[in-house]
């Protein structure tokens, strides 16, 4: 299989879905003294219309100024949304010494049983990072389980910092996710976690990053249908002076597949930096053809966001005898530094958000970009700023998704954008 990136600049009609679009704040985070502080991560929704995600701070127990974090779910009732804090990391109550984790960054995995696991980026052993699995109550009113299933940071061969990107399982229960830190050259690692019996996992280190094959995955991974994982690292591939930070390179996209037992990487694709894009910070997602989409945080076509910090939407199609791909680039006033993917409708239909200048929610549609919403467009920012590090949700004719700031508490929302 051989991929192939091409560039294709967007023309972009900002406000011409305003009109068909409406904004609404679900919920203000930061509601009372126990509520979780900065959403991230994106969102789960259950059949009845939950919503479940992390907050980076806030919860009941953590010591700190800002909290140590939560797990959440959101429920309606006649109109009005509440908040239900399932889980307040860091039960010691000192944020130095949290064995349960602190800090959740990532969205929220669900089993089909009900559990919820995800990272923390700070406690454990070490104070880098946990894997957690956060379990239903037995009887209806009871307290939510967590298990520390991995602690990061006992040396090379394990990984340091979980990234931002949530997990993902396969078919057998075997969860995958990337440490942006460590392995044989300190530049992250791919791992596997296979259930052992009795809640135990065992803990495989299934690619150790050196820089040429990359550096610095900061999303997870994909899992296509035949077990094949796919992700971008933010550094990494040939030395590039047009890249300013780290390994030497500017990002690339991989693939790993099993063979015999043994996982191999394949580079798929190396970003060349400047109006070609580079820092590839993001999750990769498939359409239904199979094609792969993501976002470079740096560079691009446009380039005039001081500095250069531009970004954009890149996708890459598999080839079979011919095929093209295209890359869109943000210049500062239709958005920028894209942080959390782009959500593929379709092969032409896409939806994602960028951070730039308080952060949008864009819509993609063939060649065309739209800005649905432009966030702090209300005083004070009553209506959210910062989407962060989760890209949006669709369900039914609408968008839903958080940002960590902004908000009647300045503590962050949930949102709506029904089109």
């Given at each position: 299989m051989r991929l192939q990136l091409a560039?294709?600049?967007?023309?972009?009609?900002?406000?011409?879905?305003?009109?068909?679009s409406t904004y609404t704040v679900l919920y203000n985070f930061g509601a009372y003294s126990s509520d979780g502080l900065s959403p991230s991560g994106g969102l789960l929704t259950d059949a009845a219309g939950n919503f479940y995600g992390i907050t980076i701070g806030g919860g009941a127990f953590c010591q700190s100024i800002y909290g140590c974090g939560t797990v959440y779910e959101l429920s309606s009732s006649g109109g009005a949304w509440t908040d239900t804090v399932l889980y307040s990391f860091c039960s010691t109550g000192n944020p130095d010494t949290c064995p349960d984790g602190s800090y959740p960054i990532a969205g929220l995995l669900a089993d089909k049983a009900g559990n919820f696991y995800g990272t923390t980026t700070g406690g454990g052993s070490s104070n880098q990072g946990v894997v957690f699995r956060l379990s239903p109550p037995q009887q209806s009113g009871g307290a939510w389980t967590q298990t520390v299933l991995w602690t990061f940071g006992s040396?090379?061969?394990?990984?340091?910092?979980?990234?931002?990107?949530?997990?993902?399982?396969?078919?057998?229960?075997?969860?995958?996710?990337?440490?942006?830190?460590?392995?044989?050259?300190?530049?992250?690692?791919?791992?596997?976690?296979?259930?052992?019996?009795?809640?135990?996992?065992?803990?495989?280190?299934?690619?150790?990053?050196?820089?040429?094959?990359?550096?610095?995955?900061?999303?997870?991974?994909?899992?296509?249908?035949?077990?094949?994982?796919?992700?971008?690292?933010?550094?990494?591939?040939?030395?590039?002076?047009?890249?300013?930070?780290?390994?030497?390179?500017?990002?690339?996209?991989?693939?790993?597949?099993?063979?015999?037992?043994?996982?191999?990487?394949?580079?798929?694709?190396?970003?060349?930096?400047?109006?070609?894009?580079?820092?590839?910070?993001s999750p990769i997602y498939f359409d239904q053809a199979g094609n792969l989409y993501g976002t470079f945080s740096n560079g691009g076509q446009l380039g005039n966001c001081p500095p250069a910090y531009c970004g954009g939407v890149f996708k890459l199609v598999r080839e079979a005898g011919g095929g093209k791909a295209y890359t869109f680039s943000f210049d500062g006033q239709n958005g920028g530094t894209p942080l959390g993917g782009v959500l593929p409708v379709s092969d032409s239909l896409s939806f994602g958000t960028s951070t730039a200048q308080r952060g949008n929610i864009f819509q993609i549609l063939g060649k065309t970009e739209t800005v649905l919403y432009t966030f702090c467009s209300q005083p004070g920012c009553t209506d959210g700023w910062s989407p962060g590090y989760g890209t949006v949700m669709r369900r039914g004719n609408a968008l839903y998704g958080v940002a960590m700031k902004g908000g009647v508490n300045n503590d962050g929302v949930l949102y709506s954008l029904t089109q």
């Open positions: 560039s294709l600049v967007l023309a972009c009609l900002c406000g011409a879905a305003f009109a068909q040396g090379k061969n394990n990984g340091t910092f979980p990234s931002y990107g949530k997990l993902n399982m396969d078919n057998a229960g075997n969860i995958y996710g990337t440490t942006s830190g460590g392995g044989n050259k300190n530049l992250g690692i791919v791992y596997e976690l296979s259930p052992a019996g009795n809640s135990t996992y065992t803990f495989s280190v299934l690619h150790s990053f050196s820089g040429p094959d990359g550096g610095g995955p900061e999303y997870g991974v994909a899992i296509d249908g035949s077990g094949n994982l796919y992700g971008t690292t933010e550094v990494g591939g040939p030395s590039n002076p047009a890249c300013t930070f780290g390994a030497g390179g500017c990002g690339v996209v991989y693939e790993l597949s099993q063979t015999g037992g043994k996982w191999k990487e394949t580079v798929l694709y190396r970003f060349k930096g400047g109006s070609s894009g580079w820092a590839p910070v």
